[in-house]
Nanobody, 115 residues
């Protein structure tokens, strides 16, 4: 079993940056594909980015490509999402997820981008 805890959210002006962290507990952390999702008010949860166990494969949603960077440190059981050039439409609750036969989710961290 994997438990996930996000941090790093907050309020930022458009054009600013934030770095989200997702700390995991569980002995199988490094075997999971990890991902970030987000959910804006009144909208479905949507995929943001994912990274494989060795960090050599990453994939991004078109809406964040070139602005966000996903990374992970297996030694620290932590995944990151560096978010640059933030836009008001990036406002959402951001969730980290460990993807496998069973998918695990964190509780989410709020990101608010003001115009």
């Amino acid at each position: 079993q994997v438990q996930l805890l996000e941090s790093g959210g907050g309020l930022v002006q458009a054009g600013g940056s934030l770095r989200l962290s997702c700390e995991a507990s569980g002995r199988s952390f490094r075997t999971y594909v990890l991902a970030w999702f987000r959910q804006a008010p009144g909208k479905e949860r949507e995929f943001v980015a994912r990274i494989n166990w060795s960090s050599d494969l990453t994939f991004y949603a078109d809406s964040v490509q070139g602005r966000f960077t996903i990374s992970r440190d297996n030694a620290k059981n932590t995944m990151y999402l560096q978010m640059n050039s933030l836009k008001p439409e990036d406002t959402a609750v951001y969730y980290c997820s460990a993807r496998g036969i069973v998918n695990y989710w964190g509780q989410g961290t709020q990101v608010t981008v003001s115009s």
